[in-house]
């Protein structure tokens, strides 16, 4: 079996989307998602002049030998760009090969762990008062669990506060749009979120917040301490990562469960985080973290530490990535919850697809494959429209972690 073709179909449904399609000479194609939010072009180029002239003419079927070809071949291995083309291939391969088999993708994983996949949606408001309304409309939804952002008084564009109430995508601008920051402010604010939500619905859903890199290591321990009493799910990117070490001051002085990995591409980011147990969930995700093949050692490692998966799930990642990591998430004996950000209507239109939700989960389909296709002509409607990721400045003008 050989694969003929490959090309990139870049599209815009309200918001950019990058998928590559392979094409193979038994007449079975496969897509995988390569989506960077705010860098498309990168991974465009990464595919088209690196990758797709090296993987014509080889055997689809040998997707872990391809995925040690690209990755050690590349010489300058990982990183966002590399490994979100790597991923790309990968999950197209996976895709074919189910579709081969003509079986759902996760018989192919080793069947069914589970039925339904928790998802969590994301609530937000510009204060207290709209996000308890919201995260009460995503229960009345019926999700059993829900992240809460809030826009905290004083701080130009918090993060998280999305301009729509089921659907928020950040990038928002053709040029990086300035947001502000202050964690005194975040810190005096944020825990009254939480002790309000609890005051409101009680105990019976989970709730969980996203720290989005804001905090030093002791902001973020001090940030876990006080939320305790209102028993997070989890506390997420509560400080940047590239320290791994860092989550052991955190560690020493709170329970508040940490997760951590939207941003990481391989394992070795996430390695001394798993096995010093710093973290309860690692959220590394199909299109960010080299494809299935790399995701299913991840996953592997952080059951060795009973640390479980709680993939991203944010609308910048495909339906096709969402289709994949359902698969994923059905089969992964340590599976913790899954980040589910609703995409729009015209982009589930250029990406049709067999999964649904269901009383606060998904569910994937019996399709053979991951169960997303791509609409070309339907796609070719929606030019690419350059749209950056937002920056943030302290108070005083220093950059910060957006
Ligand atoms: O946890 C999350 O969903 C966020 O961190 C993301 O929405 C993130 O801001 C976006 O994926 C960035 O493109
Ligand atoms: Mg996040």
Redesign the pocket.
Known sequence: MKITSAKVIVTCPGRNFVTLKIMTDQGVYGIGDATM??REKAVVAYLEDHVIPCIVGMDPRRIEDIWQYLYRGAYWRRGPVTMRAIAAVDVALWDIKAKMAGMPLYQLLGGRSRDGVMVYG?ANGSDIAETVDAVGQYIDLGYKAI?AQTGVPGIKDA??VGRGKLF?E??DAALPSVTGWDTRKALNYVPKLFEKLRETYGFDHHLLH?G?HRYTPQEAANLGKMLEPYQLFWL??VTPAENQEAFKLIRQHTVTPLAVG??FNTIWDAKDLIQNQLIDYV?CTIVSAGGVTHLRRIADLAALYQIRTGS??????SPVTMGTALHFDTWVPNFGIQ?Y?RHTEETDAVFPHDYHFEAGELFCGETPGHGVDIDEELAAKYPYKPAY?PVARLEDGTMWN?
């Open positions: 939010n705010g994301h992240r993060y998280g928020y950040p990038a996203d989005h997420e990117d939207e941003i959220r991203h799930g944010a609308t910048d990642l980040e950000m990721l957006w």
